[in-house]
């Protein structure tokens, strides 16, 4: 979105656009909590010809928290969180800092659950489900485990119910913070009553 403010003489403009706000480098270790502002305000001044065929996509926002710690922290945005093309200069950002709330998270390794699907009779002809590998390393905050005894896979639907059956699935993750550190993917065996 742009607003236009013409600037005593045609040469000089002001304009306001909304764009993104990427929040760049969390520590490893730690997960963001909170829910920063994603969408800043930029006021950019410049020759019109320079901004009048300009896209929100040429300007990018963005805030690097490398140094942060666990905790609540506030950071400024300022002309070096915006870039913006050659010949245009931020006037103003808006808003002027983010909040931005930092947890510890730790590594476990979580067993992973295969969800079948096919319905009541498919899962009534199984004999045995195989994981392969049988659990994932998992990052999350310390209370989410509590919450996690196991993680399960996207739901496999076996094409057939003769023998064995074997797929590969992705494994999900419910809680808001947690992750499958590395490769989320399982081969899951089912073999069925002959």
Do not use: C
């Amino acid at each position: 979105m742009a607003a236009w403010w013409f600037v005593a003489g045609e040469s000089k403009v002001l304009v306001s656009f909304t764009i993104p706000l990427e929040i760049r480098n969390v520590p490893k270790g730690l997960t963001m909590t909170n829910k920063p502002e994603r969408e800043v305000e930029v006021r950019l001044s410049g020759p019109s010809s320079l901004l009048s065929g300009m896209r929100p996509s040429e300007i990018s926002a963005g805030v690097d928290v490398t140094a942060a710690h666990a905790g609540r922290q506030y950071f400024t945005l300022d002309d070096r969180a915006v870039k913006v093309p050659p010949g245009i200069k931020m006037q103003r950002i808006f808003p002027p800092s983010i909040e931005v709330i930092l947890d510890r998270t730790e590594r476990r390794a979580v067993p992973v659950s295969a969800r079948i699907g096919g319905g009541a009779a498919v899962r009534r002809r199984i004999v045995k489900v195989e994981i392969d590998p049988p659990s994932v390393e998992v990052e999350a905050l310390p209370e989410e485990f509590s919450r996690m005894p196991v993680v399960y896979t996207e739901e496999v639907v076996p094409g057939r119910t003769e023998s064995a059956y074997s797929a590969i699935a992705r494994v999900e993750t419910r809680e808001a913070h947690a992750k499958i550190v590395g490769n989320p993917d399982v081969r899951v065996k089912i073999q069925f009553r002959k």
